[in-house]
């Protein structure tokens, strides 16, 4: 008799666990490669901004080399964050600008990057600076006195002056 008892508790948990596993299937938890991939790319945003917040406070310098660290411009700050993580971007803003696909602003995901008409050489439409979209309406870049700063995307001249965004990852 005892047998028999251990038998059925047996076949019962793997009934149970069999159609529990089913439904967790079937509900897509553990079979959706895309937002898998996704969220591979958000976390990799992650880590390009968390390596970029180790340069706070590195002085602005316009036309930078991108082979230092002490200082930067906008584009070699993220031409040098992105290149420890596998991505090679272009030297400048513009050619930045031209790089991975179109994200629209509501979309934005830590890592993409934002792009700017701001400063004496913008017209409205020029792209003249870029920065790394953090999440949370925040922005990692260097500019003037501040150099490496985190600003508000959705005020000021920030929100004034946004143009775009693209997402290379």
Known sequence: MKLHNLFQK???VGIVST???STLLASGAGAAPAQAAESVAVSKGSQIVNYG????GRPYQ???????TRV????????RIFSKYGI?????SVAQSKVGRAVSK?????GDLVFFSSGSRANGHNVTHV???MGNGKILHTYGKPGVTISNLNSGNWKRTYLKARRVL
Do not use: E, H, Q, W
């Open 10 to 12: 047996v076949l019962t």
């Open 106 to 110: 509501s979309n934005l995901k830590a």
């Open 131 to 133: 920065a790394v979209y």
């Open 19 to 21: 159609i529990g596993f």
């Open 88 to 92: 090679n971007l272009p030297r400048t």
């Open 62 to 68: 316009f036309g930078a080399s991108t082979s230092t």
């Open 53 to 56: 917040k180790t340069f706070m």
């Open 72 to 79: 930067f411009d906008c584009s070699s700050f993220t031409k």
